[in-house]
C-alpha cells in the first residue's frame, strides 16, 4: 500500500510501475492531495491499482490504517508499506518475503536504502546490544540483521502479525509511528529483520545539508514537533529496556543540539523540539495546529 500526499505525479507513477510486477494489488491511499493527482488511476485497471480517497490529511498512520484495513479485508497476505517518494529495486518484494520465509518469529522485514542524493547505499538498521547503538552494515548482500526497528517505507509485514499486533498508532500523526509499532510487536515476542539484498531508493528530508563535515537530512521545523513530542510518548509507553530509553533519548538530544545550534532556522527548530516535548509531557496527540499566514 502507498500512501501519498502532495507527490509528484511522474515519481509517484514510476513507483506504481516498479511495484505492480512484484505485487497483487496497489492499494494507493491519498491524504487530500490536489484533485489533478487522481488522474493517475486511470492509467491501470481497478483490480491493480484501488485508490482510496481522504477528504483531509489525516497523518500517515491513519492513511496507512485505510490501506492495511482494504488489504486484509481482501485476503492479503503480507501488506507493504510505501512512501510516495519511494522507487524499490524489482526484485525488492522477493528479497524481503525470503528473509520473513527464513525467520518463523519474523514482525516484518525491510529493506537497505539508497539517497541518490549522495549517491551511496545506505543501512537504517540499528540494534540496541550490551549499552550502545550498533550500526549494522551490509559489506555481506545477502546478510539478513535482526534490527530494533525500520523505516516503514519498504516495510512487508504478515497479515496475521498485523491482526495480532495491531494498526498504527493513529494519533502520532507522523513520526515515530513505525518505530512505536517495531517496539509493540518486539513486546509481543516477534522479531524485526533488515535485508541487506532488498534494495529501495528512498529519501529523508527535504535536502541533505552538511553539517560538521558530516550529511544530515534537513525536514521542515514542524517535522520536528513531532519527532520530540512521539519520542515523549513513546518512552512514556513503550515497553522498553531503560537503557534502551536512555540511548533513544540521548540521540535525539543530539539531534536537537545540531538543530538548535547548527543548522539555518535554528530558532524555528528550538522553538518546535521545545514545544513538541512539553505537549509529549502533558500526553497531547494528534495533529499540530499551526498559526495561519496572513
Given amino acids: 500500500?502507498?500512501?501519498?500526499?502532495?507527490?509528484?505525479?511522474?515519481?509517484?507513477?514510476?513507483?506504481?510501475?516498479?511495484?505492480?510486477?512484484?505485487?497483487?494489488?496497489?492499494?494507493?491511499?491519498?491524504?487530500?492531495?490536489?484533485?489533478?493527482?487522481?488522474?493517475?488511476?486511470?492509467?491501470?485497471?481497478?483490480?491493480?491499482?484501488?485508490?482510496?480517497?481522504?477528504?483531509?490529511?489525516?497523518?500517515?498512520?491513519?492513511?496507512?490504517?485505510?490501506?492495511?484495513?482494504?488489504?486484509?479485508?481482501?485476503?492479503?497476505?503480507?501488506?507493504?508499506?510505501?512512501?510516495?517518494?519511494?522507487?524499490?529495486?524489482?526484485?525488492?518484494?522477493?528479497?524481503?518475503?525470503?528473509?520473513?520465509d527464513a525467520h518463523p518469529q519474523a514482525a516484518a522485514a525491510g529493506p537497505r536504502h539508497f539517497d541518490p542524493r549522495r549517491g551511496v547505499a545506505r543501512t537504517p538498521f540499528r540494534r540496541f546490544q550490551r549499552g550502545r547503538l550498533r550500526t549494522l552494515e551490509c559489506s555481506d548482500a545477502q546478510r539478513v540483521w535482526e534490527v530494533d526497528d525500520l523505516i516503514a517505507s519498504g516495510c512487508l509485514i504478515p497479515a496475521p502479525v498485523l491482526r495480532t499486533v495491531g494498526l498504527m498508532r493513529e494519533d502520532f500523526f507522523i513520526d515515530w509511528v513505525d518505530i512505536e509499532w517495531c517496539l509493540r510487536a518486539r513486546a509481543l515476542g516477534y522479531r524485526v529483520f533488515g535485508s541487506c539484498a532488498a534494495l529501495l531508493e528512498h529519501t529523508l528530508g527535504d535536502k541533505v545539508i552538511r553539517v560538521l563535515g558530516k550529511e544530515i537530512s534537513l525536514h521542515a521545523p514542524w517535522r520536528h514537533y513531532y519527532q520530540a513530542r512521539n519520542l515523549v510518548l513513546v518512552l512514556r509507553s513503550c515497553r522498553v529496556g531503560r537503557m534502551a530509553k536512555i540511548h533513544m533519548a540521548l540521540r535525539q538530544l543530539k539531534r536537537f543540539l545540531v538543530f538548535s545550534t547548527l543548522v539555518p532556522g535554528r530558532l524555528a527548530y528550538f522553538r518546535?523540539?521545545?514545544?513538541?516535548?512539553?505537549?509529549g509531557w502533558q500526553g497531547r496527540t494528534g495533529p499540530l495546529v499551526l498559526p495561519a499566514r496572513d
Fill in 1 to 100: 500500500m502507498v500512501v501519498s500526499y502532495g507527490s509528484d505525479p511522474e515519481r509517484l507513477a514510476a513507483q506504481f510501475e516498479r511495484l505492480l510486477p512484484q505485487v497483487a494489488t496497489i492499494v494507493w491511499v491519498d491524504n487530500a492531495s490536489p484533485a489533478s493527482l487522481r488522474q493517475l488511476q486511470s492509467r491501470w485497471p481497478a483490480q491493480r491499482l484501488q485508490a482510496i480517497w481522504l477528504d483531509g490529511n489525516l497523518g500517515i498512520g491513519a492513511a496507512q490504517n485505510k490501506g492495511i484495513a482494504w488489504a486484509l479485508e481482501h485476503g492479503a497476505s503480507h501488506v507493504l508499506l510505501m512512501d510516495d517518494d519511494s522507487l524499490p529495486a524489482p526484485d525488492m518484494v522477493r528479497r524481503l518475503l525470503e528473509a520473513l
Fill in 272 to 279: 518546535m523540539w521545545v514545544k513538541g516535548g512539553v505537549h
